[in-house]
């Protein structure tokens, strides 16, 4: 089986550094080109299955996909983005992206954000292990998603050695492709 992890187009949010996690925010101009540019490049593999998250940003991408490929389209609670709880919608700042990739640290900051730990433990791993246990050999998924899940997906298909994993952000568009032995 292969995966191909595929984080949203670039939002509006993204272009100003604000935090979106469970907010929906509207694709940018170049988000719109990056998915030109992924349509096309998917195009060389044979997917058999679309998972996404519910957000807007990352389903816009799963009906383009889907369109394709003529795949139905499996919308996961597990691929939501991180909850942001009181940042959402406030400027980033890069000290506090660092802060909340500390897996060992698993503290929401007391502003209410999803701890890295516990969207791992409870969400992401469960996800890529039902898909593992329910997927064929020859298949070919796509899960579209966002930032944290993407390092999440990271970590896992890196043995959860390497903790620094956590701290870089996937490219948004770009495929990321984890071949897993069934």
Request: charged content about 30%.
């Amino acid at each position: 089986m292969k995966i191909l992890f595929i984080r949203h187009p670039k939002t509006q949010d993204n272009h100003n550094n604000v935090w979106c996690g469970l907010r929906d925010c509207e694709i940018s101009q170049d988000g719109l080109k990056q998915l030109h540019n992924l349509k096309n490049e998917i195009k060389k593999y044979q997917v058999t299955k679309i998972f996404t998250s519910p957000c807007r940003r990352a389903y816009i991408v799963a009906q383009e996909l889907s369109r394709v490929f003529k795949l139905e389209i499996h919308v996961e609670q597990n691929l939501i983005e991180r909850d942001f709880g009181k940042l959402e919608g406030l400027p980033c700042n890069s000290n506090d992206k660092l802060l909340m990739a500390d897996f060992n640290l698993n503290s929401d900051l007391n502003l209410g954000i999803e701890k890295i730990q516990d969207m791992y433990l409870k969400r992401v791993k469960p996800f890529i292990e039902r898909i593992w246990k329910e997927s064929e050999k020859n298949d070919t998924i796509v899960v579209i998603s966002h930032s944290w899940v993407g390092r999440l997906f990271a970590f896992y298909f890196n043995n959860e050695k390497d903790f620094d994993i956590i701290t870089k952000a996937p490219i948004n568009c770009k495929i990321y492709e984890y071949n897993v032995n069934n």
